[in-house]
């Protein structure tokens, strides 16, 4: 399975502003995809970072918001964009090393917290 | 839309002894699979087991198996011989077999593991 790293692995900020999180993958992979953990519950799908085109957004989740890059196939980010205490969560990211049938394997996920 | 329903928000099993997670899906789908994931403390999100829906045989690994139902949308996880180090949050998820690769958890089954 891949490693994967989590940058920064938590974090606390103030309302308004803005908090990117990177995501480091050992080798190439195909897919990544970033999720979110709100207290106490499941994980949600936010979007898929697709390697030198836009991200894939789910519904519910836009890119002003959670504007994602990604630039090469072991490296994506995730920007957190004018926060407010409701996004206060942690945030993983996922990797599939082959298509979209694939496991996929998580990050260690960046806990933040919006004051 | 696919759904997943994880009915035990909490179980406890003593050592060594067995114990069986549930899940039920909803989806109008032929082809998919299913995960059980592992959120230990640590909040890493760990592969537990994967089961495609095509095959009839039950997945295994190691101490942990699966009863996959396929006409009752039912995918249960039994863990055999409980060890301390399985005290966690477990997820249930689906994933299309399509080429978007989302995963749609479960609320989760937090597991103690009583010595």
């Known amino acids: 399975s891949a490693v994967i790293s989590q940058k920064p692995s938590r974090d606390i900020c103030q309302r308004g502003t803005s908090l990117t999180i990177q995501c480091q993958v050992d080798?190439?992979?195909?897919?990544m995809f970033w999720y979110r953990q709100q207290p106490g519950q499941s994980l949600t799908l936010i979007a898929t970072?697709?390697?030198?085109?836009?991200?894939?957004?789910e519904s519910g989740f836009v890119i002003d918001k959670f504007p994602i890059s990604r630039p090469n196939l072991t490296f994506s980010t995730l920007t957190v964009s004018n926060m407010s205490p409701e996004d206060s969560s942690i945030y993983l990211c996922?990797?599939?090393?082959?298509?979209?049938?694939?496991?996929?394997?998580f990050g260690p996920g960046t806990r933040l917290t919006v004051l | 839309a696919q759904t997943v329903t994880q009915s035990q928000p909490e179980m406890s099993v003593q050592e060594a002894e067995t114990v069986t997670l549930s899940c039920t899906y909803d989806?109008?789908?032929?082809?998919?699979?299913l995960f059980w994931y592992k959120q230990p403390p640590s909040r890493q999100m760990i592969l537990v087991i994967r089961?495609?829906?095509?095959?009839?045989q039950n997945a295994t690994e190691n101490r942990f198996s699966v009863n996959f139902q396929k006409a009752a949308k039912s995918f249960s996880l039994k863990i055999s011989d409980s060890q301390l180090g399985d005290t966690a949050m477990y997820f249930c998820?689906?994933?299309?077999?399509?080429?978007?690769?989302?995963?749609?958890f479960g609320q989760g089954t937090t597991l103690q593991v009583k010595p």
């Open positions: 996922s990797v599939a090393y082959g298509g979209a049938g694939d496991t996929q394997y």
């Open positions: 080798s190439q992979v195909t897919m």
């Open positions: 970072a697709n390697q030198g085109s836009e991200a894939t957004y």
């Open positions: 989806t109008s789908e032929n082809n998919y699979y």
């Open positions: 089961q495609e829906a095509y095959k009839q």
């Open positions: 998820a689906f994933m299309r077999a399509s080429n978007t690769g989302k995963l749609i």
